[in-house]
Structures are given as structure tokens and as C-alpha cells.
């Protein structure tokens, strides 16, 4: 049986010190890039959660699927819709 590692002070960094080690270097992920938006501007992004019930998420998800679309973008093209729709139109 293989001897264990012994754990010694150089294990140990205080919070906000730690760096990765040579070996985790390559397996990093290259940092992510927020997607453009479908109107084409970049300049501002907003998070926002939806909750669905199962009924309607599996609707969404099959009509992704048929029509080969992310959720993101359906949605998007849905809200704008319901936007351009309303009376005041000034949202």
C-alpha cells in the first residue's frame, strides 16, 4: 500500500492566497464570455430566473428541439412580442 502524503505547513494558504498548482493550470476553463444578444447589444446583460411547471418546460424544451432554438431565444422573441403588443409600448 502507497504511504500517504504527509500534510505539512506548504499544504496550507490563507484565504485569498491560494493559487492553482502547475499540474491544474492546463485543466483550467478559459474564462466564459457573456453571448451576444439577439438585438445586438452587448453593452448590458440581466439575469433572470423563470420558474415553469413541468407542463410548460417540457413545451419550451420540445419546441426548441423543432425549431432548433435555445430557450434563451425563444424567450427573448416571446417577450418581445408581449412588448411590442401592449398599449403604451414604451417599455
Do not use: C
Amino acid at each position: 500500500m502507497a504511504k500517504a502524503a504527509s500534510i505539512t505547513e506548504g499544504l496550507f494558504k490563507k484565504k485569498g492566497e491560494a493559487i492553482p498548482s502547475e499540474t491544474a493550470v492546463g485543466r483550467l476553463r478559459p474564462p466564459q464570455t457573456t453571448p451576444p444578444h439577439q438585438n445586438g447589444n452587448t453593452d448590458y446583460y440581466k439575469s433572470l430566473t423563470l420558474k415553469l411547471d413541468r407542463r410548460r418546460y417540457e413545451a419550451l424544451k420540445h419546441a426548441g428541439i423543432k425549431d432548433n432554438k435555445k430557450s434563451q431565444q425563444i424567450l427573448v422573441e416571446a417577450l418581445d412580442l408581449w412588448l411590442s403588443a401592449r398599449p403604451d409600448k414604451n417599455g
